[in-house]
Protein backbone atom coordinates (compact mmCIF):
# COMPACT_ATOMS: atom_id res chain seq x y z
CA UNK A 1 0.00 0.00 0.00
CA UNK A 2 1.73 3.20 -1.41
CA UNK A 3 -1.12 5.26 0.80
CA UNK A 4 0.61 5.12 3.54
CA UNK A 5 2.92 7.40 3.16
CA UNK A 6 0.26 10.39 1.56
CA UNK A 7 -1.16 9.22 4.97
CA UNK A 8 1.30 10.50 7.32
CA UNK A 9 1.73 13.76 5.67
CA UNK A 10 -1.58 14.47 5.57
CA UNK A 11 -1.74 13.59 9.41
CA UNK A 12 1.26 15.99 9.57
CA UNK A 13 -0.69 19.10 7.70
CA UNK A 14 -3.72 18.66 9.78
CA UNK A 15 -2.04 18.25 13.14
CA UNK A 16 0.22 21.50 12.33
CA UNK A 17 -2.68 23.35 11.18
CA UNK A 18 -4.71 22.68 14.62
CA UNK A 19 -1.53 23.48 16.77
CA UNK A 20 -1.27 26.11 14.37
CA UNK A 21 -4.94 27.17 15.51
CA UNK A 22 -4.76 26.34 19.03
CA UNK A 23 -1.91 28.66 18.98
CA UNK A 24 -3.92 31.07 17.95
CA UNK A 25 -6.62 30.38 20.65
CA UNK A 26 -3.95 29.73 23.68
CA UNK A 27 -1.44 32.43 23.31
CA UNK A 28 -3.05 34.77 20.93
CA UNK A 29 -6.32 35.08 22.20
CA UNK A 30 -7.97 35.18 25.69
CA UNK A 31 -9.13 31.41 25.86
CA UNK A 32 -7.69 31.25 29.42
CA UNK A 33 -9.57 34.35 30.66
CA UNK A 34 -13.06 32.75 29.90
CA UNK A 35 -13.68 31.12 33.33
CA UNK A 36 -16.67 29.23 33.68
CA UNK A 37 -15.99 30.34 37.34
CA UNK A 38 -19.13 31.73 39.04
CA UNK A 39 -20.00 35.36 39.13
CA UNK A 40 -22.36 38.14 41.02
CA UNK A 41 -23.71 40.37 39.02
CA UNK A 42 -23.88 43.99 40.57
CA UNK A 43 -25.21 47.51 38.82
CA UNK A 44 -23.66 50.73 38.85
CA UNK A 45 -25.29 54.52 37.91
CA UNK A 46 -23.04 56.80 35.75
CA UNK A 47 -24.14 60.19 35.20
CA UNK A 48 -21.47 60.06 31.90
CA UNK A 49 -19.94 56.40 30.98
CA UNK A 50 -17.56 57.71 28.29
CA UNK A 51 -16.14 55.29 25.83
CA UNK A 52 -16.97 51.98 28.13
CA UNK A 53 -17.62 49.30 26.06
CA UNK A 54 -19.12 45.88 26.78
CA UNK A 55 -16.49 43.41 28.08
CA UNK A 56 -14.66 46.25 29.23
CA UNK A 57 -12.57 45.06 32.69
CA UNK A 58 -13.32 45.73 36.18
CA UNK A 59 -10.55 46.80 38.08
CA UNK A 60 -9.59 46.86 41.80
CA UNK A 61 -6.24 47.70 42.81
CA UNK A 62 -5.48 47.09 39.11
CA UNK A 63 -6.52 43.27 38.97
CA UNK A 64 -8.90 42.68 36.86
CA UNK A 65 -11.71 41.19 39.13
CA UNK A 66 -14.34 40.99 36.93
CA UNK A 67 -16.40 42.33 32.87
CA UNK A 68 -18.63 44.69 31.93
CA UNK A 69 -21.60 42.79 30.82
CA UNK A 70 -24.47 45.28 29.38
CA UNK A 71 -24.58 49.09 29.09
CA UNK A 72 -28.28 50.30 29.52
CA UNK A 73 -29.61 54.44 29.67
CA UNK A 74 -31.84 54.84 32.32
CA UNK A 75 -35.38 57.04 31.11
CA UNK A 76 -35.89 57.74 34.59
CA UNK A 77 -32.81 59.06 35.63
CA UNK A 78 -31.28 60.27 32.48
CA UNK A 79 -28.50 57.89 33.96
CA UNK A 80 -26.35 55.24 32.12
CA UNK A 81 -26.44 51.77 33.76
CA UNK A 82 -23.72 49.97 34.17
CA UNK A 83 -24.00 45.96 34.72
CA UNK A 84 -21.20 44.34 35.30
CA UNK A 85 -20.34 40.08 36.78
CA UNK A 86 -17.62 39.60 39.24
CA UNK A 87 -15.60 36.59 39.61
CA UNK A 88 -17.35 35.13 42.82
CA UNK A 89 -13.61 34.78 44.24
CA UNK A 90 -13.53 38.73 45.05
CA UNK A 91 -15.93 40.02 47.85
CA UNK A 92 -16.05 43.50 48.20
CA UNK A 93 -18.14 45.51 50.82
CA UNK A 94 -21.49 47.01 50.46
CA UNK A 95 -20.59 50.57 50.13
CA UNK A 96 -17.51 49.74 47.51
CA UNK A 97 -17.19 53.44 45.26
CA UNK A 98 -17.03 52.45 41.43
CA UNK A 99 -14.87 55.25 38.72
CA UNK A 100 -14.84 55.00 35.35
CA UNK A 101 -11.36 55.24 34.66
CA UNK A 102 -8.75 55.01 31.34
CA UNK A 103 -5.39 53.39 31.17
CA UNK A 104 -3.11 55.51 30.10
CA UNK A 105 -3.54 58.76 28.08
CA UNK A 106 -5.44 56.72 25.06
CA UNK A 107 -5.61 53.72 26.52
CA UNK A 108 -9.30 51.65 26.87
CA UNK A 109 -11.48 52.50 29.95
CA UNK A 110 -12.44 49.89 32.88
CA UNK A 111 -14.27 50.22 35.88
CA UNK A 112 -12.38 50.79 39.08
CA UNK A 113 -13.41 49.35 42.13
CA UNK A 114 -12.45 50.88 45.16
CA UNK A 115 -13.37 48.90 48.21
CA UNK A 116 -15.64 50.46 51.51
CA UNK A 117 -15.51 49.44 54.94
CA UNK A 118 -18.69 48.19 55.67
CA UNK A 119 -19.02 45.06 57.17
CA UNK A 120 -21.79 43.29 54.61
CA UNK A 121 -20.59 42.27 51.53
CA UNK A 122 -21.82 42.81 47.82
CA UNK A 123 -24.39 40.10 46.72
CA UNK A 124 -26.18 39.59 43.26
CA UNK A 125 -28.41 42.15 42.24
CA UNK A 126 -27.11 44.76 44.44
CA UNK A 127 -26.48 48.40 43.03
CA UNK A 128 -23.26 50.89 44.21
CA UNK A 129 -24.03 53.79 45.58
CA UNK A 130 -21.08 55.58 45.25
CA UNK A 131 -20.04 56.39 41.40
CA UNK A 132 -17.56 58.69 39.96
CA UNK A 133 -18.54 59.08 35.94
CA UNK A 134 -15.96 59.01 33.48
CA UNK A 135 -13.74 62.25 32.31
CA UNK A 136 -14.36 63.95 29.57
CA UNK A 137 -11.07 65.08 27.93
CA UNK A 138 -13.58 67.70 25.45
CA UNK A 139 -15.07 69.23 29.06
CA UNK A 140 -11.82 69.30 30.74
CA UNK A 141 -10.03 71.13 27.82
CA UNK A 142 -13.05 73.56 27.39
CA UNK A 143 -12.94 74.47 31.32
CA UNK A 144 -9.40 75.09 31.05
CA UNK A 145 -10.05 77.27 27.70
CA UNK A 146 -12.77 79.03 29.65
CA UNK A 147 -10.79 79.52 32.87
CA UNK A 148 -8.62 81.11 30.83
CA UNK A 149 -10.36 83.28 29.19
CA UNK A 150 -11.75 84.57 32.29
CA UNK A 151 -7.87 84.77 33.80
CA UNK A 152 -7.06 87.46 30.31
CA UNK A 153 -10.13 89.34 31.28
CA UNK A 154 -9.69 89.97 34.42
CA UNK A 155 -5.72 90.86 33.98
CA UNK A 156 -6.87 93.16 30.99
CA UNK A 157 -9.18 95.22 33.36
CA UNK A 158 -6.64 95.74 36.09
CA UNK A 159 -4.02 96.87 33.39
CA UNK A 160 -6.74 99.98 32.01
CA UNK B 1 -30.03 60.50 -42.83
CA UNK B 2 -27.73 57.74 -43.84
CA UNK B 3 -25.71 58.35 -41.52
CA UNK B 4 -27.69 58.82 -38.47
CA UNK B 5 -29.03 54.91 -39.46
CA UNK B 6 -25.55 53.59 -39.23
CA UNK B 7 -25.03 54.91 -35.99
CA UNK B 8 -28.71 53.26 -35.12
CA UNK B 9 -27.17 50.57 -35.97
CA UNK B 10 -23.99 49.91 -34.26
CA UNK B 11 -25.66 51.18 -31.28
CA UNK B 12 -28.35 48.03 -31.79
CA UNK B 13 -25.77 45.82 -32.84
CA UNK B 14 -23.96 46.88 -29.14
CA UNK B 15 -26.63 46.12 -27.20
CA UNK B 16 -27.27 43.08 -28.69
CA UNK B 17 -23.43 41.74 -28.39
CA UNK B 18 -24.20 43.29 -24.63
CA UNK B 19 -27.26 41.53 -23.82
CA UNK B 20 -25.86 38.19 -25.45
CA UNK B 21 -22.73 38.50 -23.46
CA UNK B 22 -24.56 39.08 -20.19
CA UNK B 23 -26.95 36.16 -21.36
CA UNK B 24 -24.37 33.73 -21.42
CA UNK B 25 -22.99 34.84 -18.09
CA UNK B 26 -26.38 34.23 -16.62
CA UNK B 27 -26.93 30.54 -18.10
CA UNK B 28 -22.69 30.09 -16.87
CA UNK B 29 -23.80 30.90 -13.49
CA UNK B 30 -26.97 29.02 -13.40
CA UNK B 31 -24.76 26.10 -14.26
CA UNK B 32 -22.37 26.82 -11.85
CA UNK B 33 -25.25 26.71 -8.83
CA UNK B 34 -26.53 23.40 -10.45
CA UNK B 35 -23.15 21.72 -10.92
CA UNK B 36 -22.42 23.00 -7.04
CA UNK B 37 -25.91 21.59 -6.04
CA UNK B 38 -25.15 18.23 -7.65
CA UNK B 39 -21.69 17.85 -6.18
CA UNK B 40 -22.75 18.58 -2.60
CA UNK B 41 -25.24 15.65 -3.47
CA UNK B 42 -22.86 13.30 -4.76
CA UNK B 43 -20.09 13.59 -2.27
CA UNK B 44 -20.97 10.62 -0.84
CA UNK B 45 -18.60 8.63 -2.09
CA UNK B 46 -15.84 11.45 -1.59
CA UNK B 47 -16.60 11.36 2.25
CA UNK B 48 -16.99 7.29 2.27
CA UNK B 49 -13.77 6.60 0.36
CA UNK B 50 -11.96 8.85 2.09
CA UNK B 51 -8.52 8.20 0.80
CA UNK B 52 -9.71 9.72 -2.13
CA UNK B 53 -9.96 13.25 -0.44
CA UNK B 54 -6.54 12.18 1.93
CA UNK B 55 -4.91 11.93 -1.51
CA UNK B 56 -5.98 15.22 -2.49
CA UNK B 57 -5.65 17.30 0.49
CA UNK B 58 -2.12 16.22 0.23
CA UNK B 59 -1.75 17.78 -3.08
CA UNK B 60 -4.13 20.56 -1.85
CA UNK B 61 -2.75 21.54 1.26
CA UNK B 62 0.57 19.64 2.23
CA UNK B 63 2.06 20.53 -0.61
CA UNK B 64 0.97 24.70 -0.11
CA UNK B 65 2.29 23.98 2.96
CA UNK B 66 5.93 25.50 2.20
CA UNK B 67 4.67 28.86 0.55
CA UNK B 68 2.03 29.40 3.53
CA UNK B 69 4.41 29.33 5.71
CA UNK B 70 7.14 31.23 4.08
CA UNK B 71 4.42 33.98 3.41
CA UNK B 72 3.26 33.85 6.37
CA UNK B 73 6.57 34.48 7.98
CA UNK B 74 7.58 37.22 5.67
CA UNK B 75 3.77 39.00 6.16
CA UNK B 76 4.33 38.78 9.74
CA UNK B 77 7.64 40.47 9.77
CA UNK B 78 6.59 42.97 7.06
CA UNK B 79 3.68 43.91 9.26
CA UNK B 80 5.95 43.85 12.62
CA UNK B 81 8.63 46.54 10.89
CA UNK B 82 6.18 48.97 9.63
CA UNK B 83 3.67 48.84 12.48
CA UNK B 84 6.25 49.23 14.76
CA UNK B 85 7.56 52.71 12.82
CA UNK B 86 3.95 54.38 13.46
CA UNK B 87 3.54 53.50 16.85
CA UNK B 88 6.38 54.61 17.87
CA UNK B 89 5.41 58.27 16.73
CA UNK B 90 3.00 58.01 19.71
CA UNK B 91 4.82 56.25 21.90
CA UNK B 92 3.16 53.19 21.45
CA UNK B 93 5.08 50.12 20.57
CA UNK B 94 4.09 47.83 22.96
CA UNK B 95 0.71 47.60 21.38
CA UNK B 96 2.58 46.13 18.32
CA UNK B 97 1.30 42.72 19.02
CA UNK B 98 -1.95 43.83 19.20
CA UNK B 99 -1.78 45.13 15.82
CA UNK B 100 -0.14 42.49 13.89
CA UNK B 101 -2.31 39.77 15.72
CA UNK B 102 -5.57 41.70 14.58
CA UNK B 103 -4.81 42.43 11.18
CA UNK B 104 -3.26 38.58 10.81
CA UNK B 105 -6.44 37.03 12.20
CA UNK B 106 -8.98 39.21 11.38
CA UNK B 107 -7.61 39.77 7.74
CA UNK B 108 -4.57 39.29 6.52
CA UNK B 109 -4.32 35.56 7.21
CA UNK B 110 -7.41 34.51 5.81
CA UNK B 111 -7.00 36.67 3.14
CA UNK B 112 -3.63 35.93 1.90
CA UNK B 113 -3.80 32.29 2.63
CA UNK B 114 -6.48 32.15 0.09
CA UNK B 115 -4.88 34.11 -2.85
CA UNK B 116 -1.94 31.83 -2.35
CA UNK B 117 -3.96 28.60 -2.30
CA UNK B 118 -6.46 29.85 -5.23
CA UNK B 119 -3.00 30.70 -7.32
CA UNK B 120 -1.26 27.03 -5.81
CA UNK B 121 -4.04 24.66 -5.59
CA UNK B 122 -7.06 26.33 -7.29
CA UNK B 123 -5.06 26.54 -10.74
CA UNK B 124 -3.24 23.25 -10.24
CA UNK B 125 -7.05 21.67 -9.54
CA UNK B 126 -8.22 23.33 -12.52
CA UNK B 127 -5.84 22.33 -15.31
CA UNK B 128 -5.92 19.23 -13.81
CA UNK B 129 -9.28 18.39 -14.44
CA UNK B 130 -9.54 19.74 -17.74
CA UNK B 131 -6.66 18.25 -19.01
CA UNK B 132 -8.53 14.77 -17.81
CA UNK B 133 -11.39 16.22 -19.76
CA UNK B 134 -9.49 17.01 -23.14
CA UNK B 135 -7.94 13.60 -22.82
CA UNK B 136 -11.26 12.11 -22.40
CA UNK B 137 -10.45 10.44 -19.06
CA UNK B 138 -13.87 12.02 -18.08
CA UNK B 139 -15.88 10.90 -20.76
CA UNK B 140 -14.10 7.41 -20.60
CA UNK B 141 -15.01 6.96 -16.67
CA UNK B 142 -18.87 8.11 -17.73
CA UNK B 143 -18.67 5.14 -20.03
CA UNK B 144 -17.27 2.87 -17.61
CA UNK B 145 -20.84 4.24 -15.32
CA UNK B 146 -18.33 5.99 -12.80
CA UNK B 147 -19.73 9.41 -12.11
CA UNK B 148 -16.47 11.74 -12.57
CA UNK B 149 -18.25 14.34 -9.84
CA UNK B 150 -18.42 12.06 -7.27
CA UNK B 151 -15.63 10.45 -8.28
CA UNK B 152 -12.97 13.17 -9.54
CA UNK B 153 -14.34 16.75 -8.80
CA UNK B 154 -16.38 16.06 -5.11
CA UNK B 155 -12.65 14.78 -3.22
CA UNK B 156 -10.77 17.86 -5.04
CA UNK B 157 -13.75 19.77 -3.34
CA UNK B 158 -13.85 18.95 0.09
CA UNK B 159 -10.06 18.84 0.15
CA UNK B 160 -9.92 22.58 -0.14
CA UNK B 161 -12.80 23.04 1.92
CA UNK B 162 -10.81 20.76 4.50
CA UNK B 163 -7.66 22.42 3.59
CA UNK B 164 -8.19 26.43 3.52
CA UNK B 165 -9.05 27.04 7.33
CA UNK B 166 -5.48 24.98 8.75
CA UNK B 167 -3.49 27.06 5.93
CA UNK B 168 -5.44 30.15 7.28
CA UNK B 169 -4.55 28.99 10.89
CA UNK B 170 -0.93 28.37 9.98
CA UNK B 171 -0.45 31.69 8.04
CA UNK B 172 -1.36 33.56 11.39
CA UNK B 173 0.45 31.48 13.72
CA UNK B 174 3.45 31.86 11.38
CA UNK B 175 2.83 35.56 10.50
CA UNK B 176 2.32 36.44 14.68
CA UNK B 177 6.02 34.68 15.53
CA UNK B 178 7.48 36.51 12.30
CA UNK B 179 6.16 39.64 14.08
CA UNK B 180 7.59 38.58 17.38
CA UNK B 181 11.14 37.83 15.93
CA UNK B 182 11.11 41.35 14.74
CA UNK B 183 9.30 43.35 16.77
CA UNK B 184 10.59 41.59 20.21
CA UNK B 185 13.89 39.90 19.30
CA UNK B 186 15.14 42.34 16.77
CA UNK B 187 13.07 46.05 17.60
CA UNK B 188 13.80 44.95 21.38
CA UNK B 189 9.74 45.94 21.97
CA UNK B 190 9.00 45.04 25.61
CA UNK B 191 8.37 40.81 25.42
CA UNK B 192 5.46 41.15 28.29
CA UNK B 193 3.80 44.18 26.65
CA UNK B 194 3.90 42.30 23.76
CA UNK B 195 1.91 39.72 24.44
CA UNK B 196 0.39 40.69 27.19
CA UNK B 197 -1.47 43.42 25.44
CA UNK B 198 -2.07 40.74 22.16
CA UNK B 199 -3.87 38.24 24.28
CA UNK B 200 -5.75 41.31 25.99
CA UNK B 201 -7.53 42.44 22.77
CA UNK B 202 -7.85 39.93 20.81
CA UNK B 203 -10.86 37.78 21.29
CA UNK B 204 -11.53 34.04 20.56
CA UNK B 205 -15.08 34.08 19.50
CA UNK B 206 -14.85 37.49 17.74
CA UNK B 207 -11.51 37.61 16.20
CA UNK B 208 -10.37 34.20 16.25
CA UNK B 209 -13.46 32.07 15.08
CA UNK B 210 -14.63 34.71 12.85
CA UNK B 211 -11.06 34.62 10.81
CA UNK B 212 -11.64 30.90 10.52
CA UNK B 213 -15.13 31.12 9.60
CA UNK B 214 -13.80 33.63 6.59
CA UNK B 215 -10.97 31.19 5.74
CA UNK B 216 -13.96 28.57 5.56
CA UNK B 217 -16.10 30.50 2.88
CA UNK B 218 -12.73 31.34 0.93
CA UNK B 219 -12.67 27.56 0.51
CA UNK B 220 -15.85 26.50 -0.81
CA UNK B 221 -15.49 29.61 -2.88
CA UNK B 222 -11.89 29.10 -4.29
CA UNK B 223 -12.50 25.23 -4.95
CA UNK B 224 -16.04 25.74 -6.40
CA UNK B 225 -14.31 27.89 -8.79
CA UNK B 226 -11.36 25.79 -9.57
CA UNK B 227 -13.30 22.21 -9.72
CA UNK B 228 -16.70 24.13 -12.09
CA UNK B 229 -13.65 25.99 -14.13
CA UNK B 230 -11.77 22.55 -15.04
CA UNK B 231 -14.74 20.63 -15.69
CA UNK B 232 -15.96 22.93 -17.73
CA UNK B 233 -13.03 24.05 -20.23
CA UNK B 234 -13.35 23.75 -23.37
CA UNK B 235 -11.15 20.42 -24.21
CA UNK B 236 -8.54 21.92 -25.95
CA UNK B 237 -5.05 23.23 -24.70
CA UNK B 238 -6.00 26.68 -25.28
CA UNK B 239 -9.37 25.79 -23.52
CA UNK B 240 -7.19 24.46 -20.24
CA UNK B 241 -5.34 27.90 -20.58
CA UNK B 242 -8.02 29.93 -20.59
CA UNK B 243 -9.92 28.13 -17.65
CA UNK B 244 -6.66 27.98 -15.73
CA UNK B 245 -6.13 31.75 -15.95
CA UNK B 246 -10.01 32.57 -15.35
CA UNK B 247 -9.33 30.27 -12.25
CA UNK B 248 -7.31 32.64 -10.30
CA UNK B 249 -8.61 35.56 -11.83
CA UNK B 250 -12.43 34.58 -10.33
CA UNK B 251 -11.59 33.63 -7.24
CA UNK B 252 -9.04 36.15 -6.51
CA UNK B 253 -12.04 38.61 -7.07
CA UNK B 254 -14.43 36.44 -5.34
CA UNK B 255 -11.76 36.14 -2.18
CA UNK B 256 -11.83 39.86 -1.99
CA UNK B 257 -15.47 40.81 -2.63
CA UNK B 258 -16.58 38.49 -0.34
CA UNK B 259 -14.02 39.47 2.24
CA UNK B 260 -15.42 42.88 2.32
CA UNK B 261 -19.00 41.45 2.80
CA UNK B 262 -17.94 39.08 5.50
CA UNK B 263 -16.09 42.02 6.89
CA UNK B 264 -18.76 44.51 6.81
CA UNK B 265 -21.06 41.47 8.49
CA UNK B 266 -19.08 40.41 11.33
CA UNK B 267 -17.14 43.55 12.58
CA UNK B 268 -19.18 46.14 11.99
CA UNK B 269 -22.50 45.04 13.62
CA UNK B 270 -22.81 43.87 17.15
CA UNK B 271 -22.04 45.87 20.38
CA UNK B 272 -20.15 48.99 18.49
CA UNK B 273 -16.68 47.39 18.47
Given at each position: ???????????????????????????????????????????????????????????????????????????????????????????FPRDTSAKILTSGLLGEQYVGLEAGGDGVMLKQGDRLRLTQSAVVLENLISQFLF?????????????? | ??????????????????????????????????????????????????HLTIREIYFAGVLSMVIILVSGLFVGMVLALQGYETLQRYGSSEALGVLVALSLV????????????????????????????????????????????????????????????????????????????????????????????????????????????????????????????????????????????????????????????????????????
Amino acid sequence: MKRSTIDIWVGAFVAAGFAGLLFLALKVGNLASFSTAETYQVQAKFANIGGLKVRAPIKSAGVVVGRVSNVTFDNESYEAIVTFNVDAHYRFPRDTSAKILTSGLLGEQYVGLEAGGDGVMLKQGDRLRLTQSAVVLENLISQFLFNKAAENKVESKDGK
Amino acid sequence: MVERSGVLAGLLQGLERLGRGAGAKIWRLGFAARFFAYMLLHSGTALRRFHLTIREIYFAGVLSMVIILVSGLFVGMVLALQGYETLQRYGSSEALGVLVALSLVRELGPVIAGLLFASRAGSAITAEIGLMKATEQIAAMEMMAVDPIARVVAPRFWAGVISMPLLAGLFSAMGIFGGYLVGVKLIGVEEGAFWSQMQASVDVREDILNGVIKSLVFGVAVTWIAVFEGYDAPPTAEGVSGATTRTVVTSSLAILALDFVLTALMFTGGNGK
